[in-house]
């Protein structure tokens, strides 16, 4: 039997004596049986050995194509990228189509071959996920081309024969489906450069000398196409809340596609049935479909396979992708994945878990806003328990819940620069997915909610805020206990939401009972019973009780020697809000005039707190009916350098407010000079996103012009 030689090409024939005992030697081409020595077996020896590649040429019926299209929807300019790429002649083309297992990689190649005018022949689908599976698909072609070759036993030389056909024919276009390692292919696409590549693959990486499309989700119309399409394949129906179905399988094709063919066998079950089925029953949804759907093309299955694949190359990107379902889809900061797997991995483990599962889809990175995003159904289906699956355990998940918990340690430990306030605003979507109304289950995940709850109220988040803060109480109280510093602190911290809100029932009861925990646990004069006392104070003050405010803020301005900078000034701005309120504009002045002076002293004229210092002084001096002095506040405003300073929304207030208090004490000259710098800011501001209404401030501009000019 002819086979090939080590060098890989197919010998000519040759002529063979016979030689020693009971031998037979074949000069020729014979059939029949040919048999010789005790106990031989019989061969069948066919007519004609197997031509040599470069002398087979092409014939009718070689393509192959196993997927159908005819329900195939959208992908337009994906279609057009593959037109534009792999239709110009007279050249060797790679292409490669990537993305998330079920996204319709092959649906999609399969679509194009089979309908396009690519002038390609033949055109032959061979799965590459593994090289076994490539050396079968070769085979294949070439027992297609040369039947004779079906005598040989080797499989390998079957398909080493079909490679140099490749290499000696051109025009012919091959499909290498799921080839998840460049690796396996890298030969044949080095040896068989006559014809045209077109490569399905979940990995984005290793196609260097490829062009590549990465395929993404189904738009909504799209996905409700191809849902209604396969769903009334077996007849007109209702498909109320097919919309809500594509929607809550995130628009993936294979998903769309297996719920559709689910509804199509059963009729009597509704989309809305459907859904609710999806989202009581998740284990046994993910592997149904209909009978024409086989098991390996559920995403269960396809989803396993790709989990298997990762977790043998790095066991710890299971538990990092595990730990990522229990947070929101998109825009996960890439400060978590770290910090969750602190002390459990190194960081290049980490690393390489996540360039491993982007290589393979399971994730996507954004690098302008250096964040990760998991399809939402990937998470679900993460976070949903099949002991059949040795990746979704429930001992496995419920470890992956016990890392995401681990969010405290990504968490600033400050919310006053701009980084952090990124990564804070960055973090809020995650940690109301990943708690949202489930127990707590340690004081840990009560750390969490309390600190974002701390953000907030810095923000000017209080509502918010009380939601989160409601529940870290609760959570400090169970796991803790109520003495302790950290339930106090939040303790405290919620009657501050309740007090950002007017909730001031609420707000004083909780800083009357903050305020008695710490007298005995940290002494009358202690810095954590002040900051709470004072906040009590300004409540009292706030909600009409001025008389009974005064006297706490009066004690922790004689008490706060340890207040230095913006908290010494704050303090006696406090009390002096609480003289105003009081209507004793005497001692209002006299605090104000003092919190000014410290203020100035330690932050500078152009600090915004300065500002608001400035700002609550006018409204003094407007009640007293003192223009000059309201005059000789907004003169000092006018010589400070605002461009020092970053200017905020709620300084640009103040400005204005003093501008017009300028105007109303006949100071328009002065009231248009601060207007001015008001209008500028308010204009960069705007640019930096913030909602400022620029012509609000401009029409104060132009009212306080056409007053001066009266």
Same mark, same amino acid.
């Given at each position: 039997?002819?086979?090939?030689?080590?060098?890989?090409?197919?010998?000519?024939?040759?002529?063979?004596?016979?030689?020693?005992?009971?031998?037979?030697?074949?000069?020729?081409?014979?059939?029949?049986?040919?048999?010789?020595?005790?106990?031989?077996? &019989?061969?069948?020896?066919?007519?004609?050995?197997?031509?040599?590649?470069?002398?087979?040429?092409?014939?009718?019926?070689?393509?192959?194509?196993?997927?159908?299209?005819?329900?195939?929807?959208?992908?337009?300019?994906?279609?057009?990228?593959?037109?534009?790429?792999?239709?110009?002649?007279?050249?060797?083309?790679?292409?490669?189509?990537?993305?998330?297992?079920?996204?319709?990689?092959?649906?999609?190649?399969?679509?194009?071959?089979?309908?396009?005018?690519?002038?390609?022949?033949?055109?032959?689908?061979?799965?590459?996920?593994?090289?076994?599976?490539?050396?079968?698909?070769?085979?294949?072609?070439?027992?297609?081309?040369?039947?004779?070759?079906?005598?040989?036993?080797?499989?390998?030389?079957?398909?080493?024969?079909?490679?140099?056909?490749?290499?000696?024919?051109?025009?012919?276009?091959? +499909?290498?489906?799921?080839?998840?390692?460049?690796?396996?292919?890298?030969?044949?696409?080095?040896?068989?450069?006559?014809?045209?590549?077109?490569?399905?693959?979940?990995? &984005?990486?290793?196609?260097?000398?490829?062009?590549?499309?990465?395929?993404?989700?189904?738009?909504?119309?799209?996905?409700?196409?191809?849902?209604?399409?396969?769903?009334?394949?077996?007849?007109?129906?209702?498909?109320?809340?097919?919309?809500?179905?594509?929607?809550?399988?995130?628009?993936?094709?294979?998903?769309?596609?297996?719920?559709?063919?689910?509804?199509?066998?059963?009729?009597?079950?509704?989309?809305?049935?459907?859904?609710?089925?999806?989202?009581?029953?998740?284990?046994?949804?993910?592997?149904?479909?209909?009978?024409?759907?086989?098991?390996?093309?559920? +995403?269960?299955?396809?989803?396993?396979?790709?989990?298997?694949?990762?977790?043998?190359?790095?066991?710890?990107?299971?538990?990092?992708?595990?730990?990522?379902?229990?947070?929101?889809?998109?825009?996960?900061?890439?400060?978590?994945?770290?910090?969750?797997?602190?002390?459990?991995?190194?960081?290049?483990?980490?690393?390489?878990?996540?360039?491993?599962?982007?290589?393979?889809?399971?994730?996507?990175?954004?690098?302008?806003?250096?964040?990760?995003?998991?399809?939402?159904?990937?998470?679900?289906?993460?976070?949903?328990?099949?002991?059949?699956?040795?990746?979704?355990?429930?001992?496995?998940?419920?470890?992956?819940?016990?890392?995401?918990?681990?969010?405290?340690?990504?968490?600033?430990?400050?919310?006053?620069?701009?980084?952090?306030?990124?990564?804070?605003?960055?973090?809020?979507?995650?940690?109301?997915?990943?708690?949202?109304?489930?127990?707590?289950?340690?004081?840990?995940?009560?750390?969490?909610?309390?600190?974002?709850?701390?953000?907030?109220?810095?923000?000017?988040?209080?509502?918010?805020?009380?939601?989160?803060?409601?529940?870290?109480?609760?959570?400090?109280?169970?796991?803790?206990?109520?003495?302790?510093?950290?339930?106090?602190?939040?303790?405290?911290?919620?009657?501050?939401?309740?007090?950002?809100?007017?909730?001031?029932?609420?707000?004083?009861?909780?800083?009357?009972?903050?305020?008695?925990?710490?007298?005995?646990?940290?002494?009358?004069?202690?810095?954590?019973?002040?900051?709470?006392?004072?906040?009590?104070?300004?409540?009292?003050?706030?909600?009409?009780?001025?008389?009974?405010?005064?006297?706490?803020?009066?004690?922790?301005?004689?008490?706060?020697?340890? !207040?230095?900078?913006?908290?010494?000034?704050?303090?006696?701005?406090?009390?002096?809000?609480? !003289?105003?309120?009081?209507?004793?504009?005497?001692?209002?002045?006299?605090?104000?005039?003092?919190?000014?002076?410290?203020?100035?002293?330690?932050?500078?004229?152009?600090?915004?707190?300065?500002?608001?210092?400035?700002?609550?002084? @006018?409204?003094?001096?407007?009640?007293?009916?003192?223009?000059?002095?309201?005059?000789?506040?907004?003169?000092?405003?006018?010589?400070?350098?605002?461009?020092?300073?970053? @200017?905020?929304?709620?300084?640009?207030?103040?400005?204005?407010?003093?501008?017009?208090?300028?105007?109303?004490?006949?100071?328009?000259?002065?009231?248009?000079?601060?207007?001015?710098?008001?209008?500028?800011?308010?204009?960069?501001?705007?640019?930096?996103?913030?909602?400022?209404?620029?012509?609000?401030?401009?029409?104060?501009?132009?009212?306080?012009?056409?007053?001066?000019?009266?």
């Amino acid at each position: 039997m002819s086979k090939f030689s080590e060098n890989g090409e197919f010998p000519a024939r040759q002529v063979t004596e016979a030689a020693g005992q009971q031998s037979v030697a074949v000069g020729s081409d014979v059939t029949g049986v040919v048999q010789t020595g005790d106990g031989s077996q &019989a061969f069948l020896v066919q007519s004609g050995a197997p031509r040599t590649p470069d002398c087979v040429d092409i014939r009718p019926g070689l393509n192959h194509i196993p997927m159908r299209t005819g329900l195939f929807v959208g992908r337009a300019e994906q279609l057009a990228r593959l037109d534009s790429a792999l239709s110009k002649a007279g050249q060797t083309v790679v292409h490669a189509v990537h993305g998330l297992g079920g996204i319709g990689k092959s649906t999609l190649a399969a679509h194009w071959a089979a309908n396009h005018n690519h002038a390609c022949y033949p055109v032959r689908w061979i799965a590459a996920d593994t090289l076994a599976d490539i050396e079968v698909g070769l085979a294949e072609l070439a027992t297609d081309l040369e039947p004779a070759l079906a005598a040989i036993p080797s499989r390998a030389t079957q398909a080493q024969w079909a490679v140099q056909w490749l290499a000696t024919h051109t025009g012919w276009l091959l +499909i290498l489906d799921n080839a998840d390692s460049s690796a396996d292919i890298e030969p044949l696409l080095a040896r068989a450069s006559g014809g045209k590549f077109l490569i399905t693959s979940r990995s &984005a990486v290793g196609w260097r000398e490829a062009a590549t499309i990465a395929l993404d989700v189904l738009d909504e119309d799209e996905a409700l196409e191809l849902f209604n399409r396969i769903a009334t394949s077996a007849g007109p129906r209702h498909l109320v809340g097919a919309a809500e179905v594509c929607a809550e399988l995130g628009y993936l094709p294979l998903a769309i596609e297996q719920s559709a063919a689910y509804l199509a066998q059963n009729p009597l079950i509704t989309p809305l049935e459907y859904l609710d089925l999806f989202r009581n029953y998740p284990g046994a949804m993910y592997g149904a479909g209909a009978e024409d759907i086989q098991e390996e093309r559920t +995403i269960a299955r396809i989803w396993r396979l790709t989990l298997d694949k990762i977790a043998a190359r790095q066991p710890i990107a299971g538990d990092v992708l595990r730990a990522l379902a229990w947070y929101s889809t998109d825009a996960i900061p890439d400060v978590v994945p770290a910090a969750l797997f602190a002390g459990a991995s190194e960081p290049p483990e980490v690393n390489s878990a996540l360039g491993l599962l982007a290589a393979y889809s399971m994730i996507s990175i954004d690098t302008q806003s250096r964040t990760y995003s998991v399809h939402r159904l990937v998470q679900a289906f993460l976070r949903t328990p099949d002991d059949d699956d040795p990746h979704r355990t429930a001992q496995l998940i419920d470890r992956a819940r016990d890392f995401a918990t681990h969010l405290h340690l990504a968490l600033p430990e400050t919310s006053r620069d701009a980084q952090a306030r990124q990564t804070w605003d960055a973090l809020i979507p995650h940690i109301d997915h990943l708690f949202g109304q489930s127990e707590l289950r340690d004081f840990g995940e009560a750390y969490v909610l309390f600190s974002a709850g701390d953000y907030l109220i810095d923000i000017g988040e209080s509502r918010k805020a009380i939601k989160y803060l409601e529940r870290a109480l609760a959570g400090c109280l169970e796991f803790l206990s109520a003495g302790n510093p950290q339930t106090l602190t939040c303790s405290h911290n919620l009657a501050t939401a309740y007090h950002g809100v007017g909730d001031y029932e609420r707000a004083i009861q909780l800083y009357e009972l903050t305020a008695e925990a710490r007298r005995l646990a940290l002494g009358e004069a202690g810095k954590e019973t002040l900051v709470t006392l004072s906040n009590l104070g300004c409540a009292y003050s706030e909600s009409g009780e001025p008389e009974k405010g005064i006297p706490l803020l009066r004690f922790v301005v004689e008490h706060g020697d340890s !207040y230095r900078g913006e908290d010494a000034m704050t303090i006696r701005r406090n009390l002096s809000r609480a !003289y105003q309120n009081a209507n004793d504009l005497d001692s209002a002045r006299s605090l104000g005039e003092e919190a000014l002076a410290v203020g100035v002293e330690n932050l500078g004229l152009n600090h915004p707190e300065v500002i608001r210092t400035q700002h609550d002084l @006018v409204h003094i001096y407007q009640d007293m009916g003192d223009h000059q002095a309201v005059l000789r506040v907004v003169r000092i405003v006018l010589g400070g350098d605002h461009e020092k300073s970053t @200017v905020t929304p709620d300084m640009l207030d103040s400005l204005h407010c003093m501008a017009l208090a300028s105007s109303n004490a006949g100071g328009h000259a002065e009231a248009a000079q601060l207007l001015e710098r008001v209008v500028a800011h308010a204009i960069e501001l705007s640019g930096n996103e913030e909602e400022i209404d620029v012509e609000y401030y401009r029409r104060s501009l132009a009212q306080n012009t056409y007053r001066g000019s009266d």
